[in-house]
């Protein structure tokens, strides 16, 4: 059974960081195309940020410069660092695993940045 499960988010001030984790179980993450999601509350979810099985990166405009996301293999384990957070950034943060016609994600968690 596969398994993302994310963990770090809370309520942060604008200008905070925080780092959201994502540890997988069931799958071997090196192998897939790893996603963080965003949906804010009545708006689309967006991808935020992805890096390949070959660790290129990319990044949606709005958090370019601000947030990083990277993995470690050995710990099965995806990270977004978030810095210079904004009220706007506000939204649930979903994992994503994506491989060919795979398609893996987690329960999201909850970051909210007061203003």
């Known amino acids: 059974q596969v398994q993302l499960v994310e963990s770090g988010g809370g309520l942060v001030q604008a200008g905070g960081s925080l780092r959201l984790s994502c540890v997988a179980s069931?799958?071997?993450?090196?192998?897939?195309?790893m996603g963080w999601y965003r949906q804010a509350p009545g708006k689309q979810r967006e991808l935020v940020a992805s890096?390949?099985?070959?660790?290129?990166?990319n990044y949606v405009g709005s958090v370019k410069g601000r947030f990083t996301i990277s993995r470690d293999n050995a710990k099965n384990t995806v990270y977004l660092r978030m810095n210079s957070l904004k009220p706007e950034d506000t939204a649930v943060y979903y994992c994503?695993?994506?491989?060919?016609?795979?398609?893996?994600w987690g329960q999201g968690t909850q970051v909210t940045v007061s203003s």
């Open positions: 994503n695993a994506f491989k060919t016609v795979v398609d893996y």
């Open positions: 890096i390949s099985s070959t660790d290129i990166t």
């Open positions: 069931g799958i071997t993450l090196s192998f897939y195309r």
